[in-house]
């Protein structure tokens, strides 16, 4: 029929898309991830190897000029040397908590020395744990600063070159702040705490006071710099690079490395909200002080000293003599775990802070999907397990529409008979037999839409599940059982090593385990509960449709694999039953029947 010519077609033109964005783009990713991952040790050693003599810190605005007014610049150098060295080139202070352990750098009061304790590089637990923040003069530079700028009467102000002393506290822990102090020349003393949750935020509080004879205006800055991008390429399915929200009322602002590369980007100058720069799993963000103004940009600096950095200038606060004034900043520096991302939103008023977190579009269906998959998670202990209650509980709540569609499919080929002598009688009349195939949808009150309504509705469901898959934090190196140890990476197995016999890695192209397989013989049973088309176009599809989506998840994160599969095999018992109840006959074991029952041979 043509309704059925069309509905093949766009399953076509959509299976087509996907096999592109498949071959040329997630594959190349994919080949990058792993060279990506084969070279970390390599890279580490390399750094190991490297030697020079300073630790320069560099510009905070570089050769442009800033937002507003300039902010304090340090020694743009390009020596390089090896983390270990540089974290033994100046006075430190201990980080121990129980996320994270490192150290705050008392040049800059920087917060350049940070690890994450319950995250390790690969899915082996005796690998290096996940390195988040490293010392500026390092390859991967990465750090906080939070400054201060005022005129030349006001003194030097505390900067990138400053040196802190450590006069409260021997080690920053949840339970002890540390203090450090610093008095410039003007006669104004400030005196910084620092302290820590049991998790990831940081909140740094300055005591400013003013003990000289005239009045003193200071601004406030903050900056996140780091010297490279990831090494991993972005995918269009999550954020990756500049992100804030501009103001207490403010929408979510993103700015890929890319753009930036291009052109810096100024926000509107506001007050309330957070700028920051994320990973796919770990971000790092500042939160001003949310009572007074302040301008911020997302900028890339090439002034001898490449490097990335979102930034802020607030409007300052002026101090009379004899006067002091607090300044509060909090900074977030770990990883992005829904729970505790959603606390700082919640308990300390941050605007927005949960959007640190890449929902996506659907983030009315993806975060309560998260919730429902994180509470079988802490019922079965296993996210394999919650993704399968998962789908579950979606085809439960499905399940009117699909028992919609499921009928509308019955009912039309229950009309199949009269379909065949209306085109016998109609012949090549192709608009009477339009006419007449809608009258007799009328009488038989069948609505041929009814049956795709339901399909489209679920897509965003399934981009959803793709989304908390591949996104959160929660999904990385989660096992399910057996050989699959990371539901978030492909299944490593693949037919063309015979999964795993052989002692070569399969070509992501042609990398094939045995989840997409399962997934693909349930998606193959599936079609097989409908008549094969006669149309041998039509047909052709409906035989390779299943082969060609298997490929194509072949490169799929294992959870999602394992949802398709379930949800085919929940779909074939949820329409048997619905077939059988609108009497019309299950085609499955008659198909399979016919597919492979031998021909006769030709009789010559």
């Not at 490449?306 to 909090?330: C, E, H, L, W």
């Not at 049956?451 to 793709?466: A, K, N, T």
């Given at each position: 029929?043509e309704?059925?010519?069309?509905?093949?077609?766009?399953?076509?033109?959509?299976?087509?898309?996907?096999?592109?964005?498949?071959?040329f783009?997630?594959?190349?990713?994919?080949?990058?991830?792993?060279?990506a991952?084969?070279?970390?040790?390599?890279?580490i050693?390399?750094?190991?190897?490297?030697?020079?003599s300073?630790?320069?810190?560099?510009?905070?605005?570089?050769?442009?000029?800033?937002?507003a007014?300039?902010?304090?610049?340090?020694?743009?150098?390009?020596?390089?040397?090896?983390?270990?060295?540089?974290?033994?080139?100046?006075?430190?202070?201990?980080?121990d908590?129980?996320?994270?352990?490192?150290?705050?750098?008392?040049?800059?009061?920087?917060?350049?020395?940070?690890?994450?304790?319950?995250?390790?590089?690969?899915?082996?637990?005796?690998?290096?744990?996940i390195?988040?923040?490293?010392?500026?003069?390092?390859?991967?530079?990465?750090?906080?600063?939070?400054?201060?700028?005022?005129?030349?009467?006001?003194?030097?102000?505390?900067?990138?070159?400053?040196?802190?002393?450590?006069?409260?506290g021997?080690?920053?822990?949840?339970?002890?702040?540390?203090?450090?102090?610093?008095?410039?020349?003007?006669?104004?003393?400030?005196?910084?705490t620092?302290?820590?949750?049991?998790?990831?935020?940081?909140?740094?509080?300055?005591k400013?006071?003013?003990?000289?004879s005239?009045?003193?205006?200071?601004?406030?800055y903050?900056r996140?710099?780091?010297?490279?991008?990831?090494?991993?390429?972005?995918?269009?399915?999550?954020?990756?690079?500049?992100?804030?929200?501009?103001?207490?009322?403010?929408?979510l602002?993103?700015e890929?490395?890319?753009?930036?590369?291009?052109?810096?980007?100024?926000?509107?100058k506001?007050?309330g909200?957070?700028?920051?720069?994320?990973?796919?799993?770990?971000?790092?963000?500042?939160?001003?002080?949310?009572?007074?103004?302040f301008?911020?940009?997302?900028?890339?600096?090439?002034?001898?000293?490449?490097?990335?950095?979102?930034?802020?200038?607030?409007?300052?606060?002026?101090?009379?003599p004899?006067?002091?004034?607090?300044?509060?900043?909090?900074?977030?520096?770990?990883?992005?775990?829904?729970?505790?991302?959603?606390?700082?939103?919640?308990?300390?008023?941050?605007?927005?802070?949960?959007?640190?977190?890449?929902w996506?579009?659907?983030?009315?269906?993806?975060?309560?999907?998260?919730?429902?998959?994180?509470?079988?998670?802490?019922?079965?202990?296993?996210?394999?397990?919650?993704?399968?209650?998962?789908?579950?509980?979606?085809?439960?709540?499905?399940?009117?529409?699909?028992?919609?569609?499921?009928?509308?499919?019955?009912?039309?080929?229950?009309?199949?008979p009269?379909?065949?002598e209306?085109?016998?009688?109609?012949?090549?009349?192709?608009?009477g037999?339009?006419?007449?195939?809608?009258?007799?949808?009328?009488?038989?009150?069948?609505?041929?839409?009814?049956?795709?309504?339901?399909?489209?509705?679920?897509?965003?469901?399934?981009?959803?599940?793709?989304?908390?898959?591949?996104?959160?934090?929660?999904?990385?190196?989660?096992?399910?059982?057996?050989?699959?140890?990371?539901l978030?990476?492909?299944?490593?197995?693949?037919f063309?090593?015979?999964?795993?016999?052989?002692?070569?890695?399969?070509?992501?192209?042609?990398?094939?385990?045995?989840?997409?397989?399962?997934?693909?013989?349930?998606?193959f049973?599936?079609?097989?509960?409908?008549?094969?088309?006669?149309?041998?176009?039509?047909?052709?599809?409906?035989?390779?449709?299943p082969?060609?989506?298997t490929?194509?998840?072949?490169?799929?994160?294992?959870?999602?694999?394992?949802?398709?599969?379930?949800?085919n095999?929940?779909?074939?018992?949820?329409?048997?039953?619905?077939?059988?109840?609108?009497?019309?006959?299950v085609?499955?074991?008659?198909?399979?029947?016919?597919?492979?029952?031998?021909k006769?041979k030709?009789?010559?």
């Amino acid at each position: 029929m043509e309704k059925n010519r069309n509905y093949l077609l766009a399953i076509v033109l959509s299976v087509a898309i996907i096999a592109v964005w498949q071959i040329f783009y997630m594959n190349p990713r994919l080949e990058a991830q792993r060279a990506a991952q084969e070279a970390q040790q390599a890279k580490i050693a390399e750094q190991q190897k490297t030697t020079a003599s300073s630790d320069a810190a560099p510009a905070v605005a570089g050769a442009d000029k800033p937002v507003a007014g300039a902010l304090p610049a340090g020694a743009a150098g390009t020596e390089k040397i090896s983390r270990e060295a540089a974290l033994t080139a100046a006075p430190r202070v201990a980080i121990d908590t129980p996320d994270l352990k490192g150290s705050i750098n008392l040049v800059g009061a920087r917060l350049d020395d940070l690890e994450l304790k319950g995250y390790h590089e690969t899915v082996d637990k005796s690998s290096p744990i996940i390195t988040l923040l490293s010392p500026a003069n390092t390859k991967d530079g990465y750090f906080a600063e939070l400054g201060y700028i005022a005129d030349s009467a006001a003194g030097k102000m505390p900067g990138p070159t400053t040196e802190w002393t450590l006069s409260k506290g021997d080690k920053l822990t949840p339970t002890t702040p540390v203090e450090l102090t610093y008095t410039n020349d003007a006669g104004i003393t400030f005196v910084r705490t620092i302290s820590v949750d049991d998790h990831y935020m940081f909140t740094v509080k300055d005591k400013i006071e003013n003990a000289g004879s005239a009045p003193v205006s200071i601004a406030g800055y903050g900056r996140i710099t780091r010297n490279n991008k990831p090494d991993d390429r972005s995918t269009y399915v999550l954020h990756e690079g500049f992100l804030g929200v501009i103001g207490t009322d403010g929408s979510l602002v993103e700015e890929k490395y890319s753009a930036i590369e291009k052109e810096n980007y100024v926000n509107p100058k506001a007050t309330g909200g957070w700028i920051g720069i994320t990973d796919k799993y770990w971000a790092t963000a500042i939160v001003p002080p949310q009572t007074i103004a302040f301008d911020s940009r997302f900028s890339h600096f090439t002034d001898g000293k490449p490097r990335f950095q979102a930034d802020y200038k607030d409007d300052g606060v002026t101090i009379a003599p004899g006067q002091s004034t607090q300044v509060i900043n909090m900074v977030f520096a770990g990883a992005k775990e829904v729970p505790v991302v959603n606390s700082y939103a919640d308990n300390m008023h941050i605007t927005k802070f949960d959007k640190l977190i890449d929902w996506g579009w659907f983030y009315f269906i993806t975060k309560p999907m998260f919730a429902v998959m994180d509470f079988f998670y802490k019922f079965f202990g296993n996210f394999g397990v919650a993704i399968l209650m998962t789908t579950i509980v979606v085809k439960a709540l499905f399940f009117p529409l699909a028992s919609k569609q499921y009928a509308s499919m019955a009912n039309m080929k229950r009309m199949q008979p009269k379909m065949e002598e209306l085109k016998k009688k109609f012949g090549d009349d192709r608009m009477g037999l339009q006419q007449a195939t809608m009258q007799l949808y009328k009488e038989e009150k069948i609505n041929p839409v009814a049956g795709c309504w339901p399909v489209l509705l679920q897509i965003p469901v399934f981009f959803s599940l793709y989304k908390v898959i591949y996104v959160t934090i929660e999904m990385r190196h989660a096992p399910f059982f057996g050989w699959i140890r990371d539901l978030s990476a492909p299944d490593p197995t693949s037919f063309v090593n015979l999964f795993g016999l052989l002692p070569f890695e399969a070509p992501t192209a042609l990398h094939l385990g045995i989840w997409p397989i399962i997934m693909g013989i349930t998606m193959f049973l599936q079609m097989r509960m409908n008549p094969t088309p006669p149309d041998p176009a039509q047909k052709m599809i409906f035989t390779w449709m299943p082969v060609v989506f298997t490929f194509m998840l072949g490169s799929f994160p294992a959870g999602l694999v394992i949802y398709w599969a379930w949800n085919n095999t929940l779909s074939i018992i949820q329409q048997s039953i619905i077939m059988r109840r609108h009497g019309v006959k299950v085609e499955l074991f008659d198909n399979l029947k016919t597919l492979f029952r031998r021909k006769p041979k030709p009789a010559e």
